[in-house]
């Protein structure tokens, strides 16, 4: 059970100096060897180096923990970006990347981090910590101090041309001790002048520089007009403006001034947009792993579901196969929706007590070594597609057929969601359920596609050509709820496929294959056996 670890912090100071302190000699532990390797993060390093500008420094925080229930914290995830450029998972930490090289002669450094201190009592409940010496040993940094070391180290940001960082957590928790990570943040805006600003709107105006287009302009307003009721956001003299005018000679201005005025955030995104976009060998073979695990489990679901299961017990299911495989989690909260909940793009309460015999939609991904899936299948409850589950399952199949070929260096990314909307419209004005293609977006209302890899939606350039390397997703889908304005033989029908595709010179290669598409395939495969079959749990009383 959960021990009250804050009602007993008072006890473990007290007997701070007696804590065990545990020798990694006396236990033999039985840990993954595949982790990323530290040379594979010092080379992450040097190539967001590579794209700095003269005279710059590169700030990254570590996300802050959140509180699950009262004294107990969700399990801990990483910013992906420290993750990526230094490998370290631990929470109140921060990374310097310097373009130059800082000091001279031997004392010389063009990078620092900043980690949690070690602490036996606090160890003894949460776990090892890597510390100053782990930092150094095995992630391979020269210079590497406790997090409370950093009020005093001697770096002058006010020096530097550029100071290149993903905006500033605001919800840093409630510890303001030394070393925490209230206390790097409000150290480095103190040492670089910073001042606050409402991280929504800073991720907003980033995100609007980096992928803001004419072409795009109806979808930006459609997603900022709410926003806009904002204190931070109606102050903004910037938005007022592109809100007030939503033209391209406006946008362009407005990226323009953006960049002025934020310019080491927009080109901190557009720098790690483009590492992070295109995966490097070794990113793969995680990223893999985690796709073919997903897939496999999806596999399992197809055999093992019945009218009866509920939501819940489906996603458990599929949860089993991951950590049967050795993934750590999931790479975001699993959707198990059966007929009208399918239709709700990101169902997630999966509470549904039985399926029956309608279409289950499943977006369900695992997380491996921080790299995650996101494979969805949509099946029958029952084994057996109805002739309408049948036509719409087709069209969306169709579709994603239509656009594999396109999954290559040098298309348009644009290009994959012209053609899924040219054959997803005609498909619905062919089978009667639109009449022109201007109604499409009330039965596929998301894009087909995003970047994959330490996020689920990761960071990756959308505005130009596809590169040998990226991972994307492909997924197509029609949701009909019930009361939409066409014969009721279609209500509540929800389908979505997904799958997960590596970019190549000359096409893409499906990483999700072990996860049947076809809809002959899934009834064969639905009639199968499952290792699930067998169990039997007793009632409760």
Not at 37 to 46: I, M, V
Not at 74 to 87: A, I, K, M, R, T
Not at 386 to 392: S, Y
Not at 477 to 488: E, F, L, T
């Given at each position: 059970?959960?021990?009250?670890?804050?009602?007993?912090l008072?006890?473990?100071?007290a007997c701070?100096?007696?804590?065990?302190?545990?020798?990694?000699?006396e236990?033999?532990?039985?840990?993954?060897?595949?982790?990323l390797?530290?040379?594979?993060?010092?080379?992450?390093?040097?190539a967001l180096?590579?794209?700095?500008?003269?005279?710059?420094?590169?700030?990254?925080?570590?996300?802050?923990?959140?509180?699950?229930?009262?004294?107990?914290?969700?399990?801990?995830?990483?910013?992906?970006?420290?993750?990526?450029?230094?490998?370290?998972?631990?929470?109140?930490?921060?990374?310097?990347?310097?373009?130059?090289?800082?000091?001279?002669?031997?004392d010389?450094?063009?990078?620092?981090?900043?980690?949690?201190?070690?602490?036996?009592?606090?160890?003894?409940?949460?776990?090892?910590?890597?510390?100053?010496?782990?930092?150094?040993?095995?992630?391979?940094?020269?210079?590497?101090?406790?997090?409370?070391?950093?009020?005093?180290?001697?770096?002058?940001?006010?020096?530097?041309?550029?100071?290149?960082?993903?905006?500033?957590?605001?919800?840093?928790?409630?510890?303001?001790s030394?070393?925490?990570?209230?206390?790097?943040?409000?150290?480095?805006?103190?040492?670089?002048?910073?001042?606050?600003?409402d991280?929504?709107?800073m991720?907003?105006?980033?995100?609007?520089?980096?992928?803001?287009?004419?072409?795009?302009?109806?979808?930006?307003?459609?997603?900022?007009?709410?926003?806009?009721?904002?204190?931070?956001?109606?102050?903004?003299?910037?938005?007022?403006?592109?809100?007030?005018?939503?033209?391209?000679?406006?946008?362009?201005?407005?990226?323009?001034?953006?960049?002025?005025?934020?310019?080491?955030?927009?080109?901190?995104?557009?720098?790690?947009m483009?590492?992070?976009?295109?995966?490097?060998?070794?990113?793969l073979?995680?990223?893999?792993?985690?796709?073919?695990?997903?897939?496999?489990?999806?596999?399992?679901?197809?055999?093992?579901?019945?009218p009866?299961?509920?939501?819940r017990?489906?996603?458990g299911?599929?949860?089993?196969?991951?950590?049967?495989?050795?993934?750590?989690?999931?790479?975001?909260?699993?959707?198990?929706?059966?007929?009208?909940?399918?239709?709700?793009?990101?169902?997630?309460?999966?509470?549904?007590?039985?399926?029956?015999?309608?279409?289950?939609?499943?977006?369900?991904?695992?997380?491996?070594?921080?790299?995650?899936?996101?494979?969805?299948?949509?099946?029958?409850?029952?084994?057996?597609f109805?002739?309408?589950?049948?036509?719409?399952y087709?069209?969306?199949?169709?579709?994603?057929?239509?656009?594999?070929?396109?999954?290559?260096?040098?298309?348009p990314?644009?290009?994959?969601?012209?053609?899924t909307?040219?054959?997803l419209?005609?498909?619905?004005?062919?089978?009667?359920?639109?009449k022109?293609?201007?109604?499409?977006?009330k039965?596929?209302?998301?894009?087909?596609?995003?970047?994959?890899?330490?996020?689920?939606?990761?960071?990756?350039?959308?505005?130009g050509?596809?590169?040998?390397?990226?991972?994307?997703?492909?997924?197509p889908?029609?949701?009909?709820?019930?009361?939409?304005?066409?014969?009721?033989k279609?209500?509540n029908?929800?389908?979505?496929?997904?799958?997960?595709?590596?970019?190549?010179?000359d096409?893409?290669?499906?990483?999700?294959?072990d996860?049947?598409?076809?809809?002959?395939?899934?009834?064969?495969?639905?009639?199968e056996?499952?290792?699930?079959?067998?169990?039997?749990?007793?009632?409760?009383?």
């Open positions: 059970m959960k021990l009250f670890y804050k009602l007993s008072v006890a473990a100071l701070t100096a007696t804590a065990p302190v545990f020798s990694q000699t236990i033999t532990e039985k840990l993954p060897t595949d982790y390797t530290k040379e594979f993060h010092a080379g992450r390093r040097q180096r590579d794209k700095m500008p003269a005279n710059s420094v590169a700030v990254i925080f570590a996300f802050p923990e959140e509180v699950f229930s009262n004294d107990v914290n969700y399990v801990f995830h990483q910013n992906p970006d420290l993750y990526y450029f230094s490998g370290y998972k631990e929470a109140n930490s921060m990374l310097l990347v310097f373009k130059e090289m800082q000091g001279s002669g031997a010389a450094y063009n990078e620092v981090i900043f980690v949690q201190k070690r602490d036996a009592a606090q160890e003894q409940w949460t776990g090892k910590r890597l510390g100053v010496e782990g930092a150094k040993g095995q992630l391979g940094f020269k210079m590497a101090f406790n997090g409370a070391d950093f009020a005093s180290f001697p770096v002058d940001f006010k020096k530097f041309t550029t100071i290149l960082y993903d905006g500033v957590p605001g919800d840093v928790g409630a510890d303001i030394k070393g925490s990570l209230s206390d790097l943040v409000n150290t480095f805006k103190t040492k670089a002048e910073i001042k606050d600003m991280r929504g709107l991720s907003d105006l980033s995100l609007i520089a980096q992928r803001g287009n004419p072409k795009n302009i109806d979808r930006i307003m459609t997603y900022l007009k709410p926003k806009m009721t904002q204190e931070a956001y109606k102050n903004n003299a910037l938005l007022q403006q592109l809100v007030a005018k939503p033209d391209s000679a406006t946008l362009m201005d407005f990226k323009a001034k953006i960049g002025g005025t934020m310019g080491g955030m927009v080109q901190y995104d557009d720098a790690v483009q590492l992070r976009g295109v995966k490097m060998p070794e990113e073979v995680l990223l893999k792993k985690s796709v073919q695990i997903s897939s496999l489990a999806h596999a399992e679901a197809m055999r093992a579901v019945t009866q299961m509920s939501e017990e489906l996603e299911i599929m949860l089993y196969v991951h950590k049967k495989y050795g993934a750590e989690d999931e790479g975001y909260p699993p959707i198990v929706g059966a007929g009208g909940n399918g239709c709700i793009l990101h169902y997630e309460e999966n509470n549904a007590t039985a399926l029956q015999n309608q279409l289950v939609l499943m977006d369900v991904g695992a997380e491996y070594h921080g790299y995650s899936a996101d494979v969805t299948r949509t099946f029958p409850a029952n084994g057996k109805t002739e309408a589950q049948k036509a719409i087709q069209l969306v199949y169709d579709a994603q057929e239509a656009v594999f070929p396109l999954c290559k260096e040098g298309v990314y644009s290009a994959l969601e012209a053609k909307g040219e054959v419209a005609a498909g619905l004005i062919k089978l009667g359920i639109i022109d293609e201007e109604e499409l977006r039965y596929y209302p998301h894009g087909v596609s995003h970047h994959l890899g330490l996020d689920v939606h990761d960071k990756g350039g959308y505005g050509d596809l590169k040998a390397g990226m991972v994307i997703t492909i997924e889908g029609i949701y009909i709820p019930a009361g939409s304005p066409c014969d009721k279609w209500w029908i929800g389908v979505r496929i997904e799958d997960d595709i590596q970019i190549g010179q096409k893409g290669i499906n990483l999700s294959i996860a049947p598409r076809k809809w002959q395939d899934i009834e064969k495969v639905a009639a056996k499952s290792i699930f079959d067998a169990g039997k749990f007793p009632a409760l009383k």
